[in-house]
C-alpha cells in the first residue's frame, strides 16, 4: 500500500512538471513543487499562462526556415540566412529536425570512413604487389574459420 502511494505522488509530481514544460516553465522546479502539494500545484499549472511561442531556455524562437533556435529580435537567421520572422514550432518537429540531421552526420561520417579505407586499399596496393594475394588468403582463411566454428 506504501509503495502504491508512493508511486502516486511521483506521478503527481510528473504530471504536474509535463503541463509546466508544455508551457515553458522548468520542469524540475514543478515536479518537486507537484510532488509537495500536489493539488495546489495542479492548479497552479494549469492558471498560469503560456510564455509564449516555443522559446527554449534562453528566451529563443525557432526559425520557420530551419528550426534552430534564434533570438526573437533577429532580422536574419544566423543559421540559414533567410529572412526571420518569429513563428511558432511544436517541439516535436524540432526534435525531428534534430534528429535528422544527426542521422545525415552519422551517414556522411559513415561515407567519409568507407573513402578513407578505399583510399588507403588503393595505396596499399600500389606499394605492395603481393597485397591483392595476400587479401584474398586472409579472407579465405576467415570464411574457413568462420565455416568451422558453425560446423561445431
Not at 500536489?38 to 524562437?61: C, N, P, Q, T, Y
Amino acid at each position: 500500500m506504501v509503495f502504491l502511494l508512493i508511486i502516486l505522488w511521483i506521478i503527481f509530481g510528473i504530471i504536474v512538471a509535463k503541463i509546466a514544460t508544455n508551457k515553458g516553465y522548468n520542469g524540475q522546479v514543478w515536479f518537486v513543487y507537484g510532488m509537495s502539494t500536489f493539488l495546489v500545484a495542479f492548479v497552479h499549472v494549469l492558471l498560469i499562462s503560456g510564455r509564449g511561442g516555443e522559446k527554449d531556455w534562453r528566451g529563443r524562437v525557432a526559425c520557420e526556415h530551419c528550426a534552430e533556435y534564434v533570438r526573437p529580435e533577429a532580422k536574419i537567421c544566423p543559421h540559414c540566412k533567410s529572412p526571420f520572422s518569429p513563428v511558432k514550432v511544436s517541439k516535436s518537429e524540432v526534435k525531428e529536425n534534430s534528429r535528422r540531421e544527426a542521422k545525415e552526420a552519422v551517414k556522411a561520417q559513415r561515407e567519409a570512413e568507407k573513402a578513407r579505407k578505399e583510399a588507403e586499399e588503393r595505396a596499399l596496393l600500389e606499394a605492395d604487389p603481393n597485397y591483392q594475394k595476400n587479401l584474398a588468403a586472409s579472407k579465405a582463411w576467415d570464411e574457413k574459420m568462420r565455416r568451422r566454428k558453425t560446423h561445431d
